[in-house]
């Protein structure tokens, strides 16, 4: 009978084992993988929901007329205090002209009444009596203050005539223009928009069961769909509150009040302020642009860990 020797039969098995602690090797390290993108999803405060914002400002004429010229181009970049439209300045001119007579009529009525007032304020009791010396005061004052209302209205007039030319407000881009020479600008009513350059930031609006890990100043990863650089900035802000539907009333003044699924709770979403810390040159920034967010600063970096924005985007939508 032939005995099996166990020292040679040891090679056999652990070429038989290998194959088995690879396979589970591999089932610990997805299971761990699945695990840590789970809990990234779910715990980290990014969000593929953002928005790059810049405020608009309208300009809006102070004088109405009509536009003789318009040195802007839609879509350009203007500074501060470039012109950009000239409204007709004749009436103006003409106006202030006009103040500017009443002014003059105004000081020599005002000189001839303090004379005359003061003449019967030199005279004795005999000559002239104590109301008439005050009627006199009493017109020279009035005169006075005519006067003081003809500067007024000449003041305003030169003002009126200044706000012909409209100059930028801010630096920015002018966006929309349907503005013409030759058009008519009405005092008070929009004439074009500027984008103003120096005040893009990024909302993004996160779920409210991760804004416990977002603090103000916390360093922050924007990705823009259109651009494959990375930006950073910091956040500034956490909104303080959301529109409630359930507080609109109906055309009868009564609640509206939506159903829900009472094992169902979804999250609501919260506004979260970023402020770029600089764009690059190659990165043109348009108010509406779609971003994702992701908080890495010292207070978010407690969380489950925080994925990059190349990597959140590659997740469903939150």
């Known amino acids: 009978m032939t005995s099996i020797d166990p020292a040679e039969d040891r090679p056999s098995l652990l070429r038989s084992a290998v194959p088995m602690l690879l396979t589970l090797c591999a089932l610990i390290a997805a299971g761990l993988c699945g695990w840590w993108m789970w809990q990234a999803y779910m715990e980290a405060p990014w ?9 608009v400002v309208t300009v809006t004429p102070q004088v109405s007329g009509r536009i003789v010229e318009l040195p802007i181009k839609d879509d350009r970049f203007v500074h501060k205090g470039d012109l950009i439209a000239v409204i007709e300045p004749d009436d103006y001119q ?32 005999i ?43 801010v630096n920015g881009y002018v966006t929309n223009l349907l503005a013409q020479a030759g058009d008519y600008a009405t005092s008070g009513q929009r004439m074009l928009s500027i984008v103003d350059s120096d005040s893009f930031w990024v909302d993004g609006y996160f779920e409210e069961s991760v804004l416990n890990r977002i603090r103000v100043g916390d360093t922050a990863r924007v990705s823009l ?81 925080n994925p990059s924005p190349s990597e959140a985007s590659q997740g469903p939508p939150r």
């Open 47 to 55: 969000t593929r929901d953002g928005t790059v914002r810049a405020y």
């Open 94 to 125: 003409i106006a202030l002209a006009n103040a500017e007579a009443a002014v003059a009529r105004a000081a020599s009525d005002r000189d001839n009444k303090q004379a005359q007032a003061q003449r019967r304020a030199e005279l004795t009791a």
């Open 127 to 169: 000559a002239v009596s104590k109301e008439e010396q005050q009627s006199y005061e009493a017109v020279a004052d009035m005169a006075v203050a005519a006067y003081q209302q003809a500067l007024a209205n000449r003041d305003q007039a030169k003002l009126n005539l200044s706000r012909t030319r409209i100059v930028s407000p």
């Open 225 to 305: 769909m259109a651009y494959p650089e990375t930006l950073t900035g910091h956040v500034t802000g956490i909104g303080r509150g959301i529109a409630i539907s359930n507080t609109q009333p109906d055309d009868t003044g009564l609640a509206t009040v939506n159903p829900i699924f009472t094992w169902v709770r979804l999250a609501q979403r919260v506004p979260v302020r970023v402020v770029l810390d600089q764009v690059p040159p190659s990165v043109t920034l348009a108010a509406g642009l779609t971003a994702t967010v992701s908080i890495t600063g010292p207070v978010a970096s407690t969380g489950a860990g």
